[in-house]
């Protein structure tokens, strides 16, 4: 069986960002697999870990994912402050012989953006809403490689490494089954360290929220990496959730046209037309130029421009989401740029240095929280989303009562649709199905 039919059973899916389904991803030729490798948002410690206690596996999965691509080129792009990640994948590849490449990005952000790190890697604008695909390359992340090699063994994707960080007693790297509650993981950390609290799920700065009474019902999914309490009324928590009126409002009365938001906005930068000061000054102004609202469409809302670049609090990346939303009721999507797209020549000199991004983002004092120790967390129920992934969610093929194992199959998808199969991460009996498969242990055993 080959290697995408074996990563389709196994249901794996970027272990990052969308979940983009990973046999369909890597059913392509290219010069370039890249592994990502950067984890430039602040706080997230996981692919480093895993960097360090699976660097076997993921250099022979590197190595088995590059033959299927017949890319010329294996590269994990790393930062170059990773001293040690680093030392373990030089001896890692001396020992395999293997002809991975390391590249060294700088410690910005976002060096881990998919389209900045290809740019990086292979000097090649991305078109405006195009793919790493159109310049070559295949990009995929650290968890999906290590993924992809236990799908080869066929081990499926049931367990999701986590950082727990920010306003808890003990911060940690735990390893848990996927539907695992979020508020079992911040218990695991000891619980919080303040009253009430907010979840950002994933990074400072494109990361989602949930407050604390919603922990109970949130749960952990193929793509999650980190979780970081933060208090209700911390900055990010503030700027992310301000109301849509009111960013609508400000826009109006304050945006001064600095253009400060589109200078450092790594799209723009990466030669995309994408002015965030022109679609705000649309927005402020009323003056509803369509042109002007289809950049909108391009941003991939890293949140620069949001949490760093404007100097009077404004929120072009939400103004953007808003535009978004708006064209989509017209049917309007992003069209696809041109080929020759060329970065623009400050991209070299505006990219924003992850220390001080921190010290705006008030997150330094989370910044030497120790997390070496692992824990593995065992659970009695979980509850695990039919959709983890972008495209269809899984067709359930248990019903309420059937006995599961762990490891099996509960939800699938044809291997020629956009989507995932979905597998039980725990031994016992289905009790719910509804858009989550929830698997709970019988007699309150735990058997994780
Ligand atoms: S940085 Fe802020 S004030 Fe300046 S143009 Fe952009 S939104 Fe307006
Ligand atoms: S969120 Fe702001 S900085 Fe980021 S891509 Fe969108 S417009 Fe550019």
Do not use: W
């Not at 983009?20 to 984890?39: G, Q, S």
């Not at 970081?228 to 990010?236: N, R």
């Not at 099996?408 to 009790?431: C, F, P, T, Y």
């Amino acid at each position: 069986m080959d290697l995408l039919q074996k990563a389709y059973e196994a249901g794996v899916v970027g272990a990052g960002g969308a979940g983009f389904p990973t046999h369909i991803k890597l059913n392509a030729k290219v010069e370039y697999f890249i592994i990502n490798a950067a984890e430039c948002e602040p706080l997230l410690n996981t692919d480093k870990y895993l960097l360090s206690i699976k660097s076997e596996e993921m250099i022979k999965g590197i190595e088995e994912i590059g033959k299927i691509l017949e890319a010329k080129h294996l590269v994990i792009a790393i930062k170059e402050k990773y001293h040690k990640e680093i030392k373990i994948l030089k001896d890692m590849i001396k020992k395999l012989d293997s002809k991975v490449e390391l590249f060294y990005l700088k410690n910005y952000y976002p060096a881990g953006d998919e389209q900045m790190t290809v740019y990086e890697v292979t000097g090649r604008s991305i078109p405006e809403a195009g793919i790493p695909l159109d310049v070559g390359a295949v990009v995929s992340n650290v968890g999906t490689v290590i993924n992809v090699y236990n799908a080869t063994f066929d081990k499926p994707v049931i367990e999701k490494y986590i950082t727990v960080v920010g306003e808890v007693n003990e911060p940690c790297m735990i390893k848990v089954p996927v539907g695992i509650s979020i508020k079992e993981c911040i218990d695991q950390a000891g619980g919080t360290s303040i009253g009430d609290y907010a979840v950002i799920i994933g990074g400072p700065m494109m990361g989602t929220i949930i407050d604390d009474e919603e922990a109970i019902d949130t749960h952990i999914k193929k793509t999650d990496g980190s979780l970081i309490v933060l208090p209700k009324d911390h900055y990010i928590v503030r700027r992310k959730r301000k109301p849509l009126q009111t960013i609508i409002n400000e826009t109006r009365s304050a945006c001064i046209q600095c253009r400060y938001c589109t200078d450092l906005c790594h799209r723009y930068l990466l030669g995309h037309k994408l002015r965030p000061h022109r679609v705000m000054r649309n927005v402020g102004m009323a003056e509803q130029d369509e042109e002007i609202m289809k950049e909108a469409l391009i941003c991939c809302e890293c949140g620069i421009c949001e949490l760093y670049s404007c100097p009077m609090g404004l929120s072009p990346r939400l103004v953007n989401v808003f535009v978004k939303g708006e064209l989509a009721k017209k049917g309007i999507r992003a069209e696809k740029g041109s080929k020759d797209t060329q970065s623009r020549e400050m991209i070299e000199y505006r990219k924003i240095p992850t220390t001080r991004l921190m010290a705006r983002l008030d997150i330094m004092k989370y910044s030497d929280q120790e997390i070496d120790e692992l824990k593995e967390i065992k659970t009695e129920k979980v509850s695990i989303p039919l959709r983890q992934h972008i495209g269809k969610p899984a067709n359930p093929i248990v019903t309420i009562g059937d006995k599961v194992t762990k490891g099996q199959l509960i939800a699938k998808v044809e291997i020629d649709e956009m989507g995932a199969n979905i597998h039980s991460s725990i031994d016992g009996r289905v009790i719910d199905i509804k858009e989550k498969i929830v698997v709970e242990t019988e007699d309150n055993e735990v058997i994780v």
